[in-house]
């Protein structure tokens, strides 16, 4: 199992590059002791001076008030895995408002990842220079967008909306959002294509298995060429059926998640209520400000190889084929203290620069600088429509551990030493027993199982698919159970059960998962899964509601009627038998 799994792997790393019908991704994750930086630091909106509110950092130790378009190539640490990468990343923190005493508490950043896509394009994809100031999402935001609560990066699908929030939940009995919120009186507004995803804030409690509330954002990947780099505000534009318009620079499409510690407060508000608790540290408490800023620092030598070699999802960038530089060592930390010396965490009566909480509907006097990325328009003749540019989740905290609990709960219990977290999860495997799992990580992740009297769960009855069977609803983790090919390339909200089974059999695999409505994964065996309720997995699919893929982090999985799909099928049996023995 061990060779198979590695050569996979292996394989899936070296895929060929982006085409013009097939979009490659790498993950660059981020490892150490929290954070390069937390701090009043803003040197593209805000340079030389401290910045209107406090950001979470990642990247290259040459990160300061001012930089130069060089400077961060003179970092001599990266808080980023790869050694040649000493961009910057940073967003706005998160405050807790105690419902009752109204203080406020820091939220820890639970962890950050950072997509690099490849688009399915006829442009050739070229790394960002050195320098490149980007900017996106407009902090005075306080009411939602005009196009609802739906993820629109390319023009073609409509006027640009880059920024999400994603709620992933143990129980997904009720919906994120109510289905006829307005956005502008304490919720926002939900996905229609993705029933765990919206813009703005949720009165719902994320406590996803390693996955607490998740800021997504989108960076556009069109540099105008007749504009400077740190142009910031007129500098990108977005494409339009894949393609960028002439006079532009086709780059890498980056996409941030950013994981906040939120469950560790679950127990001090009142869920469901069309309320919520948290703001952001420029005083949003809508999240419909959400924004992001992105300065360059990447050997260009190494981020070109990246693009043209490497498809290594989000098994990470470290898994890359052939990389320059190699990595950093994820036992040691890479970090900075804030030049601003002020309190910005712990309990406090205002935010860190006095920055007043505003209110839903009502955008702030005076009003934070504009910081969206302007929207292109030229014809939509320009070229392909990309396959896919849907972003999933996925990828491995790098908090500090605090040692192996086990334990039965209904969602993840973060403790509340700053950097440290332990996340209980309850799986359930066959023959009646309760299996449950520890995550804790550093650098490196530690399972701990243990068995406990339980229910079996039982199975609903679905439907076998083109001569596939459905064999049930198990459970996924961020490694993946299904390593053969993660996240199959079917198509931007295309997902079916029909159409995962076509792919994976045409791939030459035995299995197949579909996984949160709109994820597709192959292989030949699960690997580290159990079987769960029929209940987890009950999300519509994206391509047709009238089917069910997966849920949160668990699996429709269905096998092949092959005689290689029954070796498989023994194979599942074994491992549970050896689990609940």
């Known amino acids: 199992m061990r060779s198979s799994t590695i ?6 790393a070296s895929a060929s590059a982006y085409d013009a019908n097939h979009r490659t991704f790498a993950v660059n994750h981020f490892y150490g002791k929290g954070p390069l930086m937390m701090g009043r630091v803003d040197p593209i909106v ?3 001076g401290p910045s209107g509110h406090v950001h979470a950092i990642q990247g290259g130790n040459a990160f300061g008030m001012t930089m130069t378009d060089n400077q961060a190539l003179t970092s001599t640490c990266t808080s980023s895995r790869v050694k040649n990468d000493k961009s910057n990343y940073w967003t706005p923190s998160l405050y807790f408002q105690d419902p009752k005493t109204g203080m406020l508490e820091d939220v820890e950043m639970f962890y950050m990842n950072v997509y690099y896509f490849f688009e399915a394009t006829t442009d050739k994809i070229e790394p960002f220079p050195p320098g490149l100031r980007m900017v996106v999402g407009n902090p005075s935001l306080r009411s939602p967008p005009a196009t609802g609560g739906k993820s629109i990066t390319d023009q073609s699908d409509g006027p640009a909306q880059p920024v999400q929030w994603v709620c992933p939940r143990s129980n997904t009995n009720t919906p994120l959002y109510p289905a006829n919120s307005d956005g502008l009186h304490g919720v926002g507004i939900g996905d229609p294509n993705n029933k765990g995803a919206g813009v703005g804030f949720s009165d719902k409690n994320c406590d996803g298995y390693a996955s607490p509330l998740r800021a997504d954002i989108h960076f556009p990947s069109c540099l105008d060429n007749s504009k400077s780099i740190d142009d910031y505000k007129n500098n990108m534009a977005w494409p339009i059926n894949g393609n960028c318009p002439p006079g532009h620079t086709h780059l890498p499409h980056l996409f941030y998640e950013v994981y906040w510690n939120t469950p560790l407060f679950a127990s001090r508000w009142t869920q469901g209520q069309g309320k919520q608790p948290f703001v952001l540290s420029h005083g949003d408490p809508t999240g419909y400000g959400l924004h992001a800023d992105f300065l360059a620092g990447w050997d260009t030598a190494t981020l070109t190889q990246i693009i043209n070699n490497c498809d290594a999802g989000d098994a990470g ?5 052939g990389l320059i ?4 060592d994820p036992s040691t930390s890479c970090n900075l203290v804030s ?10 009566a205002k935010l860190p620069g006095n920055n007043p909480i505003g209110s839903w509907g009502v955008a702030p006097v005076g009003g934070a600088p504009p910081a969206s990325a302007p929207v292109a328009t030229y014809p939509a003749s320009a070229g392909p429509k990309p396959v896919s540019n849907a972003a999933p989740g996925g990828g491995k905290p790098t908090s500090s551990p605090a040692g192996v609990k086990t334990g039965v709960k209904s969602g993840p219990t973060l403790t509340s030493n700053p950097g440290k977290v332990a996340i209980p999860t309850t799986t359930q495997g066959a023959g009646g027993h309760t299996l449950v799992t520890s995550y804790v990580s550093e650098t490196t992740m530690v399972y701990t199982t243990v068995t406990v009297p339980g229910t079996a769960p039982t199975d609903a009855a679905k439907p076998d698919v083109d001569g596939w069977k459905y064999h049930g609803c198990y459970r996924d983790t961020r490694a993946r159970v299904l390593t053969g090919i993660k996240l199959a390339n079917i198509g931007n909200h295309q997902v079916t059960n029909t159409k995962c089974v076509a792919y994976c059999g045409a791939k030459g695999f035995s299995m197949a998962g579909t996984e949160y409505g709109g994820q597709c994964f192959c292989g030949n065996e699960l690997v580290g899964s159990s ?3 029929e209940s987890e997995c009950d999300m519509p699919c994206e391509g047709g509601a009238s089917e069910t893929c997966g849920g949160g982090m668990a699996l429709s999985v269905y096998t092949s009627k ?4 029954k070796r498989s099928l023994r194979h ?6 050896h689990l609940s023995s």
Do not use: Q, W, Y
Request: net charge positive; hydrophobic share 40%; with cysteine.
């Open 46 to 48: 805000n340079p030389g």
């Open 325 to 328: 530089g190699g990595l950093n």
């Open 572 to 577: 599942i049996h074994r491992h549970l038998n």
């Open 339 to 348: 030049p601003i010396n002020e309190v910005i965490s712990g309990t406090m």
């Open 317 to 321: 960038m470290d898994k890359c084929p």
């Open 562 to 565: 092959s005689t290689t799909a």
């Open 531 to 533: 079987k769960i309720a």
């Open 7 to 12: 050569f996979l792997a292996t394989f899936a």
